[in-house]
Structure formats: structure tokens, C-alpha cells
């Protein structure tokens, strides 16, 4: 890994607050001359930008914001949508015992019903805002999304003169909170954005199966060249799938070109899933996943060329 990803990881890895985004701004802009900050949207984003969006081929994307601490992680298994909503369900089943019992409890003390029921909903609404996007900063971050952001840095590096010209990079603000960042970059950029293929990667650091998610359009456009670049190597198995075979909720699903990436463990149960995410226990770096998805890159962008040349 290059000296800049060593330090991402080392010193960077809380970028939740307002205060905490505009230090690690400064610090990259120091490092890659030329990023530009892209301010606007509601909430209030900073998107980073490399390179000319309007003209370039591709634009590779990752999110820079992190999340709250959380006791629980985000657990995703992204072949199994119904397991996914159960699990998203079975975390917010406390929020409402404890709406319930608010309720039941001023209902006792005389307070009518609709109004006990009222008050009950909103203080759960309120813990279930500050519990996954007001609390307090989660200090590990290796995979959420401090490897995406390491992915785009180590790419950006590889890359010679000639293949940055055909790219943009961009690090998303507020993909924790919602996807607003990708949204807010998207309607700046809607006319390029429409037929642009954008890859995005968000946790690719834990787990050595590499999900890679084309919606039809990306699929259309790119699927032979994203299958033979991103081809099974050494420990590394690689999943090509499309929009109806795998389901993963990141900043790409704005984008009407776009491709997912993602690191996987796999269970005989499960199939493919995530974990840590969201907690302290998100810790795991596997510096193989960077090579094989900035090789992988290198020659997709080879490939991606000739087959439209």
C-alpha cells in the first residue's frame, strides 16, 4: 500500500462530524493536488472530486463519511433479501417494545390514548435517530468505508497519465445518513450522469468473496469486461451479479450506469454476508482485497477501452 493509505488507516479513520470531515478534507487535498470539494444538498454535503465527471469514462466512487457506534452490526446478506428484513426488523423490535411501553405507562397515569400512542412513536423515532446516526463516532472503520476510500487512493496512484485522464473520482459525503451525497452529485452532474458507468466500492476490506452488483444498464454496457477483469484469482472468488441475483444498498444504486463492489465472507447457511460493520469490531484489513481490485481496475478500464473504440 502506498504511504497515503497506510496513513487513511492509521490516523483517519473517524469522519462523522462536520468538524472531523473538514480536517480529513484538508489532509487529502494535501496529498492528491487537484481534489475539488463539490458543496450543496440538504443535509449540507462536501463531495470530493477528482478529474473532469462531465467528460470522463468512468467515474469510480467510494463514500467518505463513517457512522455511529453501534451495539449491533449492520448485518447484510446480500443473496438473501428476506433474511436481511428480518434481521433490519429484529434491531428495531426494542425501539418499539419501548414505544409500547411508554405509551401503556402514560396511559396509566390518565394521559389519553392517542396522545400517550403519539408520544410513544416519537420518542422511539427520536432514540432510533440518535442510536444509528446522532450517536457517538465509531472509532473503527477499517471496512465501512475506510476501505473504499483507501480502493479509490491506491487506485489513483496505480493509474499512469494517460488512464486518469479517462477517469473521475469522486469520495461521497452522507452515505450513512442516506445516500445523500451520491444524490447531491448526481443532480449537479444529471445530463453526464445519465450514461456514465460508475463503480462503486463500499466495504471491501473483510471477507475474500468479491461481490460485484451491475444494474442492466451497467450490465448492458460493461458485464463482458467487468467478468473477464474481475475474474477469480489465488483465494480471491469473485460473484458477477446482476440486478435481480443480489441486492447491496450503497451510493450506486443512485446511478443508472452503475456497479457495486463489496467484500463477502460465506457461510453454508447464510450463503454470502457482511458483519462488524457499524461496531468496534471493525477492524479487519485484508491488503490482498486492495491489489485485486486495483489490478482489476486497471484492466477493466483496458478492456472497457477497446470494447468501445
Not at 457506534?69 to 428480518?86: A, E, S, V
Request: net charge positive.
Amino acid at each position: 500500500m502506498t504511504e497515503l493509505s497506510r496513513e487513511i488507516l492509521r490516523d483517519w479513520q473517524v469522519r462523522k462530524t462536520t468538524a472531523q470531515k473538514l480536517r480529513f478534507i484538508e489532509f487529502l487535498q494535501s496529498r492528491l493536488p487537484g481534489l475539488t470539494v463539490e458543496e450543496g444538498g440538504c443535509p449540507r454535503c462536501r463531495n470530493l472530486v477528482l478529474g473532469d465527471p462531465e467528460s470522463a469514462e468512468v467515474v469510480f466512487t467510494a463514500h467518505y463519511d463513517t457512522c455511529a457506534r453501534l451495539p449491533f452490526p449492520n448485518f447484510i446478506t446480500p443473496k438473501n433479501l428476506l433474511i436481511y428484513l428480518l434481521y433490519q426488523l429484529l434491531i428495531l423490535l426494542p425501539f418499539f417494545a419501548a414505544a409500547g411501553l411508554l405509551a401503556w405507562g402514560l396511559i396509566r397515569l390518565g394521559v389519553a390514548a392517542p396522545l400517550s400512542v403519539m408520544l410513544g412513536w416519537f420518542c422511539a423515532f427520536a432514540l432510533i435517530l440518535w442510536v444509528f446516526l446522532l450517536g457517538p463516532a465509531n472509532p473503527h472503520t477499517v471496512n465501512d468505508n475506510t476501505s473504499g476510500v483507501v480502493t479509490l487512493c491506491e487506485l489513483i496512484a496505480a493509474l499512469d497519465e494517460t488512464e486518469r485522464a479517462r477517469c473521475a473520482f469522486v469520495f461521497f459525503d452522507h452515505e450513512e445518513s442516506g445516500l445523500f451525497g451520491s444524490a447531491t452529485f448526481r443532480s449537479r452532474h444529471k445530463r453526464a450522469m445519465k450514461n456514465r458507468l460508475v463503480i462503486n466500492f463500499d466495504c471491501v476490506s473483510d471477507g475474500d468473496h468479491i461481490l460485484i452488483v451491475r444494474n442492466g444498464k451497467a450490465k448492458k454496457r460493461a458485464g463482458a469486461a467487468l467478468a473477464e477483469a474481475f475474474s477469480s484469482a489465488g483465494d480471491k472468488q469473485v460473484h458477477l451479479e446482476g440486478p435481480l441475483g443480489a441486492f447491496y444498498p450503497s451510493d450506486q444504486v443512485n446511478f443508472p450506469c452503475a456497479v457495486g463492489v463489496a467484500a463477502m465472507n460465506r457461510s453454508p447457511l447464510l450463503g454470502l454476508y457482511m458483519a462488524r460493520i457499524h461496531t468496534s469490531r471493525d477492524t479487519v484489513c485484508d491488503e490482498r482485497n486492495f491489489s485485486f481490485l486495483v489490478e482489476g481496475a486497471r484492466r477493466f478500464l483496458r478492456l472497457y477501452k477497446a470494447n468501445n473504440d
